[in-house]
């Protein structure tokens, strides 16, 4: 179960932020400098739109007196996770910065309004050796095709929507995995070994024929075949919830029409067995490459 782990003897639940990418603007620059105090206090209420919980807290040792104020969490995606009445802990990340946020992480729910709380979904965290389910999908074709079909290559697998508008997200690691096409092009041996797949979350508006002029953007070319070792594909919205809780994929259909979402992809052997998986954005098109160099080697 992700991010939600309660101990029956102790009650306490952990809120932490370590698999899924917080909303733009929340996530502190690698550059910036933190102060760190000690809070602990109980939930008023949330705001999700604002990615906000409220919280009416005791004295913050060395920062600031107690009261209630609004507070911004780190990893927005586990504001459903906290209710009215919680008592948690937590780490307040004070930037050197005045502008910045202060920010929530690290949060523990020490006692909950309600001993029945529990997520609505269950995650699965990729792990090396987890065997990855036959999903089934629809390609920027129109044709049907399933993760199964590629077993006796390394699938790279990562997860977009077309419309997605954040530089940092979608169209970042769908031009790192550009990068990657590239380089396996130029390697004869890899290239036959190898396969890559985008996945739309996105099934109500990422049509095949959208896909494939999303797909075509991002290769450079649209010949016949220039979707023989890429492929840009949809499931349909069963299968899409059933791959988003294996893949550790979080996403929120918001009132604007966007999608507020975490990012996943995923390396997958030849045995159809998970090698490597890399949350966030962080990881790089000569990672990917070297991971699966390593993986094709051994």
Known sequence: MRRLLASSLLAVVV???????????????????????????????????????????????????????????????????????????????????PDADVLLDHIVVVAQAKPDYAPKVSYHVPAQGDAVPDFKLRNQDGRPIHLGQFQGKALLVTFIYTRCPLPNFCPRVTRNFAAVEKQLAANAALYGKTHL????????????????????????????????????????KPVLAEMAKFFDLGMTNEADSTITHTLSTTLIGPDGKVVRFYPGNEWTAEQLMADVRQRMAS
């Open 197 to 236: 797949l985008c996945i739309s979350f996105d099934p109500e508006h990422d049509t095949p024929q959208i896909l494939r002029a999303y797909g075509v953007t991002y290769i450079g070319s649209d010949a016949k075949n220039v979707f023989v070792h890429w492929d840009f594909a949809v499931p349909e």
């Open 15 to 97: 809120l932490a932020g370590c698999h899924s990418a917080p909303k733009a603007g929340t996530q502190p620059s690698s550059s910036q400098s933190f102060k760190v105090y000690k809070m602990r206090g109980k939930v008023v209420s949330t705001n999700a739109a604002k990615g906000e919980v409220t919280l009416n807290h005791e004295a913050i040792v060395g920062f600031m007196e107690a009261m209630t104020m609004p507070y911004k969490l780190k990893d927005q995606s586990i504001l459903g996770e906290l209710h009215p009445g919680d008592v948690i802990t937590a780490d307040v990340l004070v930037s050197q910065d």
